[in-house]
């Protein structure tokens, strides 16, 4: 397939990125630009791709050998493992330029003089020499009355306000940078989030919605998931606590001064509030402080169809899904007297009518919410689970404990953030 030498930035995004045999590398995610003070032509300065392990790292453009409708080509498979750091003077093209207010005098499109427009997309093109430049800007008006204006491909010379100041005007749009992000897990959308300057960073995080940022918070390190907590408006940052897992907002706002932690349980709804005041009475690094209080509870007189139905609810981690728990009413935690444990498999081999109360498993030992870490490890690991229950004296029902839970109180803090790799390696070739 024949190579091209101009190509529009945002074509770019998602296409995957191949070594000189053929081995694929990963993803591009991202174009950077160099942008000065000094009004002179953007030069591209290279990509960044996201491994096939997520790390985001940046490779120098005069690495691609061929840009292709399909595929982006470099010329060596050894790259660098540096997690991408954003310098002084490089701008991302999907994460700052695009959606950037500039002005066009370019006389051959006088119905733009004198207009905002916004910034669609960048045309980057190869010279002589192998560099890459900017030469071509497409923009559209903003926006009115909800009608979508036509897209304007204007050369670069005459668009003004493509300059770090212009960058860094506030109120810019993000809409194209969140069509980026659709159809990409929590934890890929976290990544993206964590390489944006603070500036746009607080754009998005503005332009998420409730469930969507509390899922993205989730994926972030604890230090960060403050941060962005304090950014937000109060009323809102009670919101976003609600849509989160109760023992993820539990750890927290136990990461928090416990007067700020309080501000925020004062603003969420009580049923809400409840389940994290339960689960921060406990010690963090306990089976009480790690479980979650919404486990699937099933009374004895469910079907097996209906349980089944349960652990299709695709808002259910798989750790999760892998046991249904049987109590007496009331069936919210904590709980009526607990009986025991299904598991999916089980409930996968038995006729749809069957009653979850005859095929319960009453010999598989209940965690304390005071078991330690070892504890728990040992748990699962001697009874080859990834999810367990957490039952008090009075044998209710308080919550059950998974495995990622656990990996994540057992990692290093800054595990998600971890440049331990070593720094150079070979993609291997796919078949």
Known sequence: MASVNRVYAARLAGMVVLGPDGESIGRVRDVVVGISIVRQQPRVLGLVIELLNRRRIFVPILRVTAIEPGAVTLSTGNVSLRRFSQRPGEVLVLGQVLETRVRVDDPDLPELAGVDVVVVDLGIEQTRTRDWVVTRVAVRPQRRLGRRSNVSQVDWQHVHGLTPSGLAMPDQGVAQLLEQFEGQRAVEVADAIRELPDKRRHEVVNALDDERLADVLQELPEDEQVTVLHQLKTDRAADVLE???????????????????ESFLRRMDPEDSEDVRR??????????????????????????????????????TPALASLVFVVRPPTATPTGHYLGCVHTQRLLREPPATLVSGIVDTD???????????????????YNLVCGPVVDDQNHLLGAVSVDDVLDHLLPDNWRENESEPLIVTAEKTT
């Open 243 to 261: 849509a989160m897992d109760p023992d993820d907002a539990a750890d927290l706002l136990g990461t928090m001064a416990p007067a700020d932690a």
């Open 279 to 316: 689960l921060l009475s406990h010690s963090p690094n306990t089976a009480g402080g790690l479980m979650t209080s919404e486990p699937v509870v099933l009374a004895p007189d469910t079907t097996v169809a209906e349980a089944l139905a349960r652990v299709r609810d695709p808002d259910l």
């Open 364 to 382: 598989l030992p209940n965690l304390s919410p005071e078991d330690s870490l070892g504890a728990l490890t040992r748990y699962f690991a001697a």
